[in-house]
């Protein structure tokens, strides 16, 4: 306690990471407050919430925003879409393989372009919320509602887009993370609670056991984000004017989760799919029937089946996309750099991809299993709101964020001569590079 305590003095007693942290305060405050303003337009008493399917999952992300209809009640989220489509192109098109390629102005182009994707798509987004608003919380006229909706939205998406932008610049931890997590961790008080009241004294224990599963189960999560596979590299002796210079040892550290969160939010995505076909003939088609009431229950094994499948298939195919085992011989290559007792080139990239594909298995099955966990803790009684803080997509981007930013604040300690966060060890955040090469 004595040393955690010291740790916090130490983070204050730097300026600069103090103001960076008490900036960070400030704008997650304004984000907050705006999720409470209203629309234009809308009684508050007549709204009824949608948590329902992709409408719960977008209002656990928005911090109840959502469900509020609130200005930033589409939030981040198109920024994100526009960011995911953007990363997919710059694989697919050679025009924006092109421009990553160009360094800083390259990035500031496709930057450029991901904010005015980001408009195109809440607008159109926007139009979709107001349909989701029941007729009789709307106030004013439709088409009128509808339009200043639209721009309040847009606008509300675009300052959210700046506020992540101002916390990575004058804050701590990247910014856009930041807001996403500042949602997610809104709701567990009130989780928590409601958790608790549903068990009330006599389920005390078992509340304080559901606790304890949960820390655990937040533990694994920690180990799955920060584990590593390290392949040893050995650098080329260099002579000097008048010495010699021993080769350097280093390591490449392949992720055992280098595809994130992405697969759960891919697979998430595509499992809205059945109960939105099987809708349209839910009418004469009683097959049709059980498909959309199969997978329109998360907690069905048939849904947390194909679930599981599909995140293993996108845990391999962003892997594939995102590590490039060929780029990293090649730079190893021209570095001087080799893996003891392979060959550069080609055997180096084969000995790399041969390493990811073993290592992906057992990553891309435990990140299944946390993204069911949630479904589980539901069916063994847990409560709906703080079953989602069990597993899933909330749980990896907390973890996620967190880590990111304390290895910031350990920078920050490191570099003024403070002793670190941790007694031993070092914390490897996602922006963790995949070579140690230049």
């Given at each position: 306690?004595?040393?955690?305590?010291?740790t916090?003095?130490?983070?204050?007693?730097?300026?600069?990471?103090?103001?960076?942290?008490?900036?960070?305060?400030?704008?997650?405050?304004?984000?907050?407050?705006?999720?409470?303003?209203?629309?234009?337009?809308?009684?508050?008493?007549?709204?009824?919430?949608?948590?329902?399917?992709?409408?719960?999952?977008?209002?656990?992300?928005?911090?109840?925003a959502?469900?509020n209809?609130?200005?930033?009640?589409?939030?981040?989220?198109?920024?994100?879409?526009?960011?995911?489509?953007?990363?997919?192109?710059?694989?697919?098109?050679?025009?924006?393989?092109?421009?990553?390629?160009?360094?800083?102005?390259?990035?500031?182009k496709?930057?450029?372009?991901?904010?005015?994707?980001?408009?195109?798509?809440?607008?159109?987004?926007?139009?979709?919320?107001?349909?989701?608003?029941?007729?009789?919380?709307?106030?004013?006229?439709?088409?009128?509602?509808?339009?200043?909706?639209?721009?309040?939205?847009t606008?509300?998406?675009?300052?959210?887009?700046?506020?992540?932008?101002?916390?990575?610049?004058?804050?701590?931890?990247?910014?856009?993370?930041?807001?996403?997590?500042?949602?997610?961790?809104?709701?567990?008080?009130?989780?928590?609670?409601?958790?608790?009241?549903?068990?009330?004294?006599?389920?005390?224990?078992?509340?304080?056991?559901?606790?304890?599963?949960?820390?655990?189960?937040?533990?694994?999560?920690?180990?799955?984000?920060?584990?590593?596979?390290?392949?040893?590299?050995?650098?080329?002796?260099?002579?000097?004017?008048?010495?010699?210079?021993?080769?350097?040892?280093?390591?490449?550290?392949?992720?055992?989760?280098?595809?994130?969160?992405?697969?759960?939010?891919?697979?998430?995505?595509?499992?809205?799919?059945?109960?939105?076909?099987?809708?349209?003939?839910?009418?004469?088609?009683?097959?049709?029937?059980?498909?959309?009431?199969?997978?329109?229950?998360f907690?069905?094994?048939?849904?947390?089946?194909?679930?599981g499948?599909?995140i293993?298939?996108?845990?391999?195919?962003?892997?594939?996309?995102?590590?490039?085992?060929?780029?990293?011989?090649?730079?190893?290559?021209?570095?001087?750099?080799?893996?003891?007792?392979?060959?550069?080139?080609?055997?180096?990239?084969?000995?790399?991809?041969?390493?990811?594909?073993r290592?992906?298995?057992?990553?891309?099955?435990?990140?299944?299993?946390?993204?069911?966990?949630?479904s589980?803790?539901m069916?063994?009684?847990?409560?709906?709101?703080?079953?989602?803080?069990?597993?899933?997509?909330?749980?990896?981007?907390m973890v996620?964020?967190?880590?990111?930013?304390?290895?910031?604040?350990?920078?920050?300690?490191?570099?003024r001569?403070?002793?670190?966060?941790?007694?031993?060890?070092?914390?490897?955040g996602?922006?963790?590079?995949?070579?140690?090469?230049?």
């Amino acid at each position: 306690m004595k040393k955690f305590l010291t740790t916090i003095k130490n983070i204050f007693a730097i300026e600069d990471l103090r103001v960076r942290i008490l900036n960070t305060v400030f704008f997650i405050a304004i984000f907050r407050l705006g999720s409470f303003v209203v629309l234009p337009g809308v009684d508050p008493k007549q709204l009824e919430a949608n948590t329902s399917g992709l409408f719960g999952l977008l209002d656990t992300f928005l911090g109840g925003a959502f469900s509020n209809a609130s200005i930033f009640a589409l939030g981040i989220m198109p920024y994100i879409s526009a960011s995911i489509v953007l990363q997919l192109l710059t694989i697919a098109v050679p025009y924006f393989q092109k421009m990553q390629k160009e360094g800083e102005s390259g990035r500031k182009k496709i930057n450029q372009i991901t904010r005015v994707l980001t408009i195109v798509i809440t607008l159109a987004q926007a139009i979709g919320f107001v349909a989701t608003i029941n007729a009789e919380a709307i106030a004013i006229n439709t088409t009128l509602f509808t339009i200043t909706s639209m721009i309040v939205l847009t606008s509300g998406t675009v300052f959210c887009m700046w506020l992540g932008e101002k916390i990575t610049d004058k804050g701590i931890g990247n910014g856009i993370s930041m807001l996403i997590m500042i949602g997610i961790v809104s709701r567990f008080p009130g989780a928590i609670v409601a958790e608790f009241l549903s068990k009330q004294l006599n389920g005390a224990l078992l509340f304080l056991f559901e606790l304890l599963i949960l820390f655990l189960v937040v533990m694994s999560v920690v180990m799955l984000t920060q584990a590593i596979r390290r392949i040893p590299v050995q650098y080329a002796k260099q002579v000097g004017a008048s010495s010699l210079y021993s080769g350097q040892r280093q390591f490449i550290p392949l992720k055992v989760n280098a595809a994130g969160v992405m697969p759960i939010i891919f697979a998430q995505s595509l499992m809205f799919l059945p109960s939105m076909i099987a809708s349209i003939w839910a009418d004469s088609s009683e097959t049709a029937n059980y498909i959309g009431a199969t997978f329109s229950d998360f907690t069905s094994w048939q849904y947390n089946l194909v679930f599981g499948l599909l995140i293993l298939v996108f845990t391999y195919f962003y892997t594939a996309i995102s590590v490039n085992p060929n780029q990293i011989a090649d730079d190893l290559k021209r570095s001087g750099g080799f893996v003891p007792g392979v060959k550069p080139g080609r055997s180096t990239s084969e000995y790399i991809d041969t390493i990811l594909t073993r290592i992906t298995l057992p990553g891309a099955i435990y990140l299944a299993l946390v993204a069911i966990f949630p479904s589980i803790a539901m069916l063994l009684g847990v409560t709906r709101e703080f079953s989602q803080f069990f597993g899933g997509t909330s749980l990896i981007i907390m973890v996620g964020v967190v880590l990111d930013t304390l290895q910031q604040v350990e920078s920050y300690l490191l570099m003024r001569h403070y002793d670190g966060m941790m007694k031993s060890g070092k914390l490897r955040g996602r922006t963790e590079n995949i070579a140690m090469v230049s």
